[in-house]
Every structure is written in C-alpha cells, then in structure tokens.
C-alpha cells in the first residue's frame, strides 16, 4: 500500500513558538493531502485540504493565519502552528491521495503536539 | 443529521466470532466509501474501500454497501484480540471534490 511519513512523531514546544510539521508521500505522487486534528477520544476533524501549487482549502473555524500550510511539492506538504498555545496540543495527522482514478486517502503515522 | 453515523460502542465479542461494524450515511450521492482501523494512539489505516453495491471481501474482512439503504458495513471473521480498535467509516460524497467526511467510530473489543 501507499506509504506517508510524518515528522516529527512528536513534538514539545513552549507556549508562543512555532511549529512545523512535515507530510511525505514516499512512494507516490499526491496532488492533494490533506491535514487532521483528532482530540483524544474524539474522531477526526479535517483542519485544511492541501493542493500543491495552491493555496490551501480551509474548514470553517480553522485560522488560517495559524496554520499555514504549504504544499511545495508532489510529495511533501508542512503544516506550521505558528504562536502556539496550551489549547493546540493536539494529534495532527496528515493525509495523502495517491493519483486518479483512486479515491483513497493514506494516513502519515500522526504527530502529537504539546505546548506548555 | 450527521454525514456520517456509526454506533460508538463499545461492541464487544469474543474471539473467533463475526464482528459487525455498521454505518449510515446522509447523501444519497455518495460514491466512495471507506474503512479505517485506529488502534489507540496510532493514525488510521486503511482496511477496505467499496465503490459498488454488494459485497467486497479481503481475507477475514468484508465490506457491504447497500446504496439504496445509505448503508455500509464491515465484517470481521475469526475476530483475533488483534483486531480490539476504533473502527471508522468514512463516505466521499459526490460533488464536494476530495473531502472525506468521517464517523466517530465504534471501539471493538475482542475478548480472549
């Protein structure tokens, strides 16, 4: 199956600073990725839809000013939680979808947020 | 209504027996549909895709979809205590590009 890495894997960062995060699709071309919060116990909530080569598509009541998010590349998309607080400690997973006709979405193994 | 609905558990069976997960979705033009396996503290992995009526089978796993009653499920034969996660569906509906929407899940727990 197709393979997505993340990293870091997990990550401690002081409230106020930034973070970024990095999606890779390793064996696959993905024009589109997406990126997820999940709160423990909580499902998935999609945060932003990533194209590369566009701006990315934001879920409503996700600050885009927070978290940028850049997909430079076929195989590689960041997310940056930028002046990070307390409240975005948080699961962030990244998803890729390999090319048409394929519908499917391959999750990167998660990146686990503290901020103290 | 939520796009997507599964029975959050937990649902509890004993090892060697039929697991059955069920989900309902709300858009009549949905196309795709997915199941995801999430063990605790770890992304979701792919198990099963079904794009078609009927049933679709992959080792102990089978997935059926039934359009006309807005209804996917997924069965697991010879239930292991490996198989214990969060099951998720997930439904991409027709006309809203590549979004997937997700249900909460439902815990399984297969008891030795």
């Known amino acids: 199956g197709a393979v997505v890495s993340q990293h870091p894997s997990r990550v401690i960062c002081k409230s106020g600073t930034s973070v970024k995060i990095e999606c890779r699709s390793l064996d696959f071309q993905a024009t589109t990725m997406f990126w997820y919060r999940q709160f423990p116990k909580q499902s998935l909530m999609l945060m932003a839809t990533s194209n590369e080569g566009s701006k990315a598509t934001y879920e409503q009541g996700v600050e885009k000013d927070k978290f940028l998010i850049n997909h430079a590349s076929l195989t590689l998309s960041t997310l940056t939680v930028t002046s990070a607080h307390p409240e975005d400690s948080s699961f962030y997973i990244c998803?890729?979808?390999?090319?048409?006709?394929?519908?499917?979405?391959?999750f990167g193994p998660g990146t686990r947020l503290t901020v103290t | 209504q939520k796009e997507v609905e599964q029975n959050s558990g937990p649902l509890s069976v004993p090892e060697g027996a039929i697991a059955s997960l069920n989900c309902t979705y709300s858009d009549r033009g949905s196309q795709s549909f997915f199941w995801y396996r999430q063990y605790s503290g770890k992304s979701p992995e792919l198990i099963m895709s079904?794009?078609?009526?009927g049933d679709k089978e992959d080792g102990r796993f089978t997935a059926q979809l039934n359009k006309a009653s807005q209804y996917v499920s997924l069965l697991i034969r010879d239930s292991q205590p490996s198989d214990s996660a969060t099951y998720l569906c997930a439904v991409k509906r027709q006309y809203t590009g590549n979004q997937f929407y997700f249900g909460t899940g439902t815990s399984l727990t297969v008891i030795p």
């Open positions: 079904i794009y078609s009526n």
């Open positions: 998803s890729a979808r390999p090319p048409a006709p394929s519908y499917e979405q391959y």
